[in-house]
């Protein structure tokens, strides 16, 4: 037996960014010592869009498995650390609340945690829940963690993510990529050519030449290449879920220490994000144009911004929603040219990584069997749509009335799968199993938690804990968190010690 008759021997990439170089350097990691071509076309002349400056945990995974150094990494990209999301205005004017990654205490004698705060908060007890979260009170005192000095306590298991400039991640994921192997070639592409039975032959750019290949990977952006003006692969249209379809960017100066932790804070018609680096500050407002023009949402932005402007602010438009196939024939797609949902949760870059390693689970030879396409873009549509289901949640459940867009959000039809979640934590306080999601139950219980959602009852066999008992350790773990962070040094100290990025030239 072997392997396949008909190997892969060559990729080409079309499109650079942070979409095209992790999949070139992914890609050449895995084939280095082999006889596989990766060539990645791309054009000086086309621009990065690099507004998604922020991610989650599982992307420093796809680092490390890069054998990537992370204290350089962060150096070059002017990263700082990330222990989740500020939510403000969301629920309601005035109320905010936080978003961590990690998981939210331990079980107690085999019963749930959740289960075990909901029980002591119908006996009275107020302490919020985001108490009992390493990374939530992390955040709140802005300290970082020397991991050897929190390997005995509750900050061991405490989970980061980075914000990060996405021009230089692809900057250096370029420099990265080439140095094992991958073939860079300049160019704008002009026609693409299709074989007989609908592959994608080969690409010709602008100067004539002819770049030809077993497999294409689209990361030509919005405008899908490949995938779509090529392969008229079709795409499903998610507004009338996730309406904001505009958003606006701008960077500006540092004002004070850079907190360990993204904002997102609901606006008129939308919400604008805060990502703080290393040596400035990435802003942004994404918006539907239907309730607020676009001169208008660059004020709301510019007014919001603490430090000087450093940027022209650039609008951009999207359509959120996903190709009807994210692997149609030979031809895979990634980043916006798969599909698009707002950065609210800081998945972008997640789904290019999670992708890449489907495909690779999944690897194909270049006949690409319909049984592999047609499971994988099962499980890249799941993904997407998991995604988009706890985004609307943020939306659906406030209580906000003072604009239309707020208004429109509260009453807004929802996707059954989240309404499904809704009525199961009603009735249990918990949430329905499933299998390889991205959003766990931390994720949800604080969504819920913060957008006001209480369950009707909790698990009635945590009535069977001694409560005094109950109470005390809630309180003993709470209280050991708390001790452990404030030992801890802040965030800048953190940065400045070992992990300092240079000051940019302006």
Not at 50 to 55: D, K, L
Not at 449 to 454: D, E, N, R, W
Not at 487 to 495: D, G, I, R, T
């Amino acid at each position: 037996m072997q392997a396949t008759a008909e190997p892969i021997k060559k990729f080409v990439i079309v499109g650079g960014g942070t979409a095209g170089w992790i999949a070139a350097a992914t890609l050449a990691n895995i084939f280095k010592n082999t006889d596989v071509t990766i060539e990645l076309v791309e054009s000086a002349e086309i621009g990065v869009i690099g507004v998604g400056e922020a991610t989650i945990p599982p992307f420093l995974e796809t680092i490390r498995s890069l054998g990537i150094d992370e204290a350089d990494f962060i150096k070059a990209t002017q990263a700082s650390f990330k222990w989740g999301i500020q939510f403000e205005d969301w629920h309601q004017l005035g109320h905010s609340y936080f978003h961590p990654f990690g998981n939210l205490g331990r079980t107690i004698d085999g019963h749930d945690f959740f289960q075990c705060w909901l029980k002591s908060k119908a006996e009275g007890d107020s302490t919020p829940l985001m108490a009992h979260s390493p990374e939530a009170v992390l955040a709140q005192h802005g300290r970082f963690f020397l991991p050897f000095n929190a390997m005995r306590t509750p900050l061991a298991a405490a989970t980061y993510a980075l914000h990060l400039d996405a021009v230089l991640v692809g900057k250096y994921l370029r420099k990265f990529a080439e140095q094992i192997g991958v073939v860079r070639t300049e160019g704008k592409i002009e026609q693409v050519r299709l074989r007989a039975d609908g592959f994608i032959e080969e690409v010709q750019l602008q100067n004539g030449e002819l770049v030809r290949g077993d497999f294409f990977i689209d990361c030509s952006g919005f405008k899908g290449l490949l995938i779509e003006e090529a392969l008229h692969t079709g795409y499903d249209d998610w507004s009338h879920y996730l309406p904001c379809n505009r958003a606006v960017a701008v960077q500006s100066i540092n004002v004070g220490e850079p907190a360990p932790y993204t904002i997102a804070k609901a606006r008129e018609a939308g919400w604008t994000w805060k990502i703080p680096l290393q040596h400035r500050t990435g802003n942004g407002y994404v918006f539907c144009g239907q309730y607020i023009s676009d001169d208008e949402a660059v004020a709301t932005l510019l007014a919001a911004v603490d430090g000087e402007v450093l940027t022209t602010p650039r609008v951009l438009s999207f359509v959120t929603g996903i190709r009807q196939k994210a692997w149609n024939k030979n031809c895979l797609a990634l980043g916006l040219a798969q599909g698009f949902l707002e950065p609210l949760e800081s998945t972008a870059i997640h789904l290019v990584s999670k992708t890449l390693a489907l495909f690779v689970r999944m690897f194909p030879d270049r006949q690409c069997d319909d049984r592999l396409v047609n499971e994988f873009n099962r499980r890249v549509r799941a993904d997407y749509e998991e995604i988009r289901d706890f985004l609307v949640l943020h939306y659906c459940m406030t209580q906000r009335e003072d604009t239309a867009f707020w208004r429109w959000c509260k009453s807004m039809a929802i996707p059954a799968a989240l309404q499904k979640k809704l009525d199961f934590f009603d009735a249990t306080g918990s949430l329905v199993p499933g299998v390889e999601e991205l959003f766990q139950s931390t994720s949800w219980y604080a969504v819920f938690t913060g957008m006001g959602v209480q369950p009707a009852r909790y698990n009635p066999t945590v009535d069977a804990l001694n409560y005094p008992k109950l109470s005390a350790s809630l309180a003993a773990g709470k209280q050991a968190i708390l001790q452990a962070v404030l030992k801890q040094p802040s965030h800048q100290a953190f940065l400045d010690q070992y992990c300092k990025a240079p000051v940019p030239e302006r």
